[in-house]
């Protein structure tokens, strides 16, 4: 295992990424990043625009030669998903990610990688410095806050972009490319509870769910993995019903689209049913555990004896909460009939937290149909006001539909069998690609995604495969030399 990723082939791309791996930019903090790669863009004497969406364009004349070909957009967001492991010490506005290479891969020190986007980024960087590189007019937009709500794509006003071409380079297999996402919806449910004292006579216990393995609520919702909140909510509903649980907080998830991994929920019992309490919880952990066996073996359950808390939330909040929750869809509602294998509704019930008299629930819904988006909204937003809370469905963002037709594609699909001596496959993405929220504003463009082989984002495990970083580097500069004359 070595610490530095400089010596890795392509040099001028992982130099730019091990740059970018030291600067901070968790989703709504990217004001470093932004200022990096806007004075890059400077500091090669090229046109630089920050919009007032904290996007940042940067145009490159065309090539010698090559001023006849159609412009060519290519495209990466700037910020990261901050997740780490519990007792890592780590700071994601302040500390920078500590990479190393481990074997084939790239990854970091018990902390999201930021390979997504990051290398997106650094390919895009790595273009714009190149002498050698053979392409037309192209221009390099980085947007902003893609990981939390995508407002630099919304935020895009026409006019800005003058390509016809768009390369989106944040997927994450290579050797793919992909010509669709799903679009998304946020639901958001708030139960007001009666902030009341715990009754003398009762024990306080601290219930933990750690050890998941997490990911991508897009991209892993069909591996099946455990949901914390789910598993909390399973925990407190057995020690409700059988030994007179209250409630005094709860805290599990931390993003909306990351399957969360952790929950705590710190509890309280009669002092006669606390002598049974742990031992029972352990046997219902054990069976949990054995479910997701498979799935997620570092699984863990935790109960811990704690002086007795001072506060609960009422009863009548409490169970209608656990009742809301146990019925809650989450993980994949449907697959597509059109194409094989895709996930086409999914629902991940992100967050369940519990401050200042209220407990909020926050969920992110994504389809490929728009239709069956909102019906699922709808759903969850009845249920939970049926159980007493507040519902709201907001942050809607529009799917990309799939053009089997494309020009690039077709020319995109030749230039790799070129390179490589193999066709690649061609595929729809479950996840929000923000394709889907820059065609509404420019239709006009022809767009395709591809990435690397990047593994378990939006969660401590992610990792990137070197050997996969290199040939989508290749594949790159093979596309921007095809680029046809014209509109695309």
Not at 53 to 66: F, H, S
Not at 192 to 211: A, H, K, N, S
Not at 451 to 480: M, Q, Y
Request: glycine share 12%; hydrophobic share 40%; with cysteine.
């Amino acid at each position: 295992m070595s610490d530095d990723i400089s010596g890795l082939n392509p040099a001028g791309l992982w130099n730019h990424f091990q740059r970018i791996t030291r600067i901070p930019r968790p989703s709504g903090c990217e004001g470093r990043i932004r200022a990096f790669v806007a004075g890059f863009g400077k500091s090669l004497g090229l046109e630089t625009i920050v919009d007032d969406a904290g996007n940042v364009v940067i145009r490159k004349p065309a090539a010698e030669g090559m001023e006849d070909r159609a412009g060519i957009i290519l495209q990466a967001h700037l910020d990261m998903v901050p997740q780490k492991l519990d007792g890592i010490a780590h700071d994601f506005e302040t500390d920078p990610i500590e990479a190393v290479v481990d074997g084939e891969w790239v990854r970091a020190r018990g902390t999201t990688l930021g390979a997504d986007n990051g290398i997106g980024v650094a390919a895009i960087l790595d273009v714009l410095a190149s002498r050698s590189l053979r392409h037309g007019p192209l221009e390099a937009l980085f947007t902003a806050n893609e990981e939390n709500g995508m407002t630099g794509a919304f935020g895009l006003q026409p006019g800005v972009l003058r390509g016809r071409i768009l390369l989106n380079l944040d997927s994450e297999d290579e050797g793919e490319l992909f010509i669709g996402c799903a679009g998304g919806l946020d639901a958001t449910m708030t139960f007001d509870f009666e902030d009341r004292p715990v009754p003398p006579g009762y024990d306080g216990f601290v219930l933990t769910v750690g050890g998941l393995s997490g990911g991508h609520s897009g991209m892993d919702i069909h591996l099946g993995r455990g949901n914390a909140n789910k598993i909390m909510n399973r925990l407190l509903l057995h020690g409700r019903r059988s030994h007179g649980l209250i409630l005094a907080s709860v805290d599990g998830g931390s993003l909306r689209n990351a399957i969360p991994r952790e929950s705590y929920a710190t509890v309280a019992l009669p002092r006669v049913a606390g002598e049974a309490f742990p031992e029972d919880m352990a046997s219902v952990a054990e069976t949990i555990k054995n479910e997701f066996s498979s799935l997620d073996p570092e699984l863990s359950i935790g109960i811990e004896r704690i002086a007795a808390p001072s506060r609960m939330v009422d009863e009548n909040t409490f169970a209608a909460l656990l009742e809301a929750i146990s019925a809650c869809p989450d993980g994949v509602m449907g697959m597509s009939s059109e194409i094989p294998g895709l996930v086409e509704t999914s629902s991940n019930l992100a967050v369940v937290r519990s401050a200042k008299g209220r407990v909020t629930v926050e969920c992110l819904l994504r389809s490929s149909v728009d239709s069956a988006l909102h019906e699922l909204g709808t759903t969850i937003g009845n249920l939970f006001r049926l159980c007493g809370a507040d519902a709201i469905l907001h942050g809607g963002y529009p799917g990309w539909k799939p053009n089997p037709g494309s020009r690039m594609l077709k020319i995109m699909q030749e230039a790799y069998r070129k390179r490589f001596g193999k066709t690649p496959v061609v595929k729809a993405v479950h996840a929000g690609l923000e394709c889907g929220i820059i065609g509404a504003t420019y239709p006009e463009l022809d767009m395709v995604s591809f990435g690397p082989t990047i593994r378990h984002p939006h969660s401590p495990h992610e990792k990137v495969n070197i050997a996969s970083v290199e040939k989508f580097h290749d594949f790159l500069g093979e596309v921007l030399a095809a680029v046809p004359t014209g509109p695309s």
